[in-house]
């Protein structure tokens, strides 16, 4: 009787020891996804930092053009003496140089008869190349003489229209003899322009 009491005395030590194991083993079980959804979460919420620092440097890039101007032009520019669109007119532009400017109604603040280029350059500033700028004037380039560059010429420009800009050194893509126009104008997203250069007769239309 007594050999009976301690078997079984035995068998409920053995039972509540593994119930025990089983309650240990079901708990971490319970647990280890909580700790997986914590890891993903923390993993998203960096991605998305990551992808709002990008998108600055991205903006960063594209933000350093000056759309006002002084009013001031470059020695030996030479006033236009019959522009179709006179000092003081209104005109509308077609052109994109920037957000907010095709269809804007402009007044014309200077016409100027030049040979005006697109060009590409490296800023000295560093970054990325600029494609097919628009526009440097005749005026605007370092030791230009009377001859018009060509296509493909390589200068140094002393317009400093953009950052980096001034003294560096540009490639023509295409060169035109025309009329200029230094224009004031507010953007279609309100942002008020004034001695804006340059833009050329055929990106203006009449109202």
Known sequence: ????????????????????????DAAEEENAPEENTEVETDTDTDTDTDTEENGDSDSDSHGHMDHSGSGEVPEG???????????????????DHMSGMEGAEATIAGAYDTTV???SYT????GEPVENHKWVIHEEIADAGEESFEPGEEVTLQADHMEGME???????TAEETTVYMVDFTTTDGEEVTNHKWVTESELSAE
């Open 77 to 95: 520019l030479e006033e236009a003496e019959n522009p179709t669109y006179e000092v003081g007119s209104q005109a509308i532009i077609q052109a």
């Open 167 to 173: 003294g560096a050194t540009a490639t023509i893509d």
């Open 117 to 119: 280029y697109s060009v």
């Open 123 to 126: 800023p000295t500033t560093g």
């Open 1 to 24: 009787m007594k050999f009976k009491n301690i078997l079984i005395g035995f068998i409920s030590l053995v039972a509540v020891f593994t119930l025990a194991a089983c309650g240990q």
